[in-house]
């Protein structure tokens, strides 16, 4: 990686895009600190630790780098985006029209994006109005010179200007990432994704220093967790490469006086074929009771009430049951989304090829799915290693009586591995275009 990032550094062209983009990520660690009018946030954030954990607060605050903790311009940073372009891919096997346009070639999927952006700032605007909401109701805005809310027109103007301020942020960040595609190094989006979540790291480094002075149990465990991490990112490397391939013979076909085909050829099938929306789509679900209770307010000993919510805890081996047979749901669920085995089969038989000892047609579709079925399932179980590890750790030093959490989640690391394994990616295939010989070499 640190030899591809050197050897993108020496062409002219390339190193423009890589500073390009290093001023977008400023740009936005800025706007992630500049705080929005009438929003009284204090030195210690909106929510507390105990407060977010594992509600839909939390997701918020990691996916923005704690500027959803703080009422930064970029409080609803990128997420109002990922949860639109979510909505429009699902939706586009759903409605027929919407398919049409993504296989309408480079004029379609100008059109869904035009429509993934107006999605993306209609739940910029609903996340911004819940979040005012919110802040008004806990009393974190800032009052008159008389000390009360503001009342009236006042009122309604201060609204306006958080929801403004906020709805434009998310806005801007989405514009901010279209130009690093356009002018930096691509991945946009994913990269501001990254910068958001790196931001963290220097906290959880200080969190983990913090234990070391707590006594020798506390220093073997954070060791422990720091080695673990090591070989977590070296995982999800090996795992994020590893494919099925299955082979494809093409028969030899004559037109005029030149023959095609003739080649054996492999269909590549990724093992974790579907990324970390499983482990985001379940952590999503199982965040909403936790954050129904965030409003709600369920207190020690009010019965089923208190107990239901409980169950729902990240602290709670049910939750840990229910995460891990959802990510194996949410991957079967993906991978119908991504893949059509009829159609594969059908594309397969179009270009005259074949899997070999299989026949084409139902016997071809059916082996595609059987496969699509094992790999899937293995891939959802190793995703699910990395998405349990930091609940089970605080599980087992909680029942040890040795309470220890890891701010640094499963979710955030396989998309930190995953934005630098692609972001390398693409600096290779751009090197490769320009012919760079040392690179070749």
Known sequence: MLKTLANAWKIADLRKKILFTALIILIFRIGAAIPVPFINAGTDGIFSDAQMSGTFMEYLNMMTGNAFNYGTVFAMSITPYINSSIIIQLLTVAIPALERLSKDGEEGRKKIATITRFVTVGLALLQSTAYYFYLRGNDYLLHSAAGDKFTGFAAVFQALVIITCLTAGSALIMWLGEQVNDKGIGNGISIILFAGIVSR???????????????????????????????MIAYIVWMDNAERRIPVQYAKRVVGRKMYGGQSTHIPIKVNMSGVMPIIFASSILSLPPTINLFVGAKEGDGWYDHFFKFFSNQSWVYAVIYFLLIIFFAYFYASIQYNPIEMANNIRKNSGAIPGIRPGKPTSDYIQKILSRITLLGALLLSVVALFPILFQLITTACKVPMSVSLGGTSIIILVGVAIETVKQLESQMMMRHYKGFLD
């Not at 220093?219 to 673990?228: D, G, K, M, P, T």
């Open 201 to 231: 790291i220097p906290t959880i480094i200080t969190q983990l220093g913090e234990y070391y002075s707590h006594g020798a149990i506390y220093s073997v465990l954070s060791a422990f967790v720091s080695i673990i991490f090591i070989l």
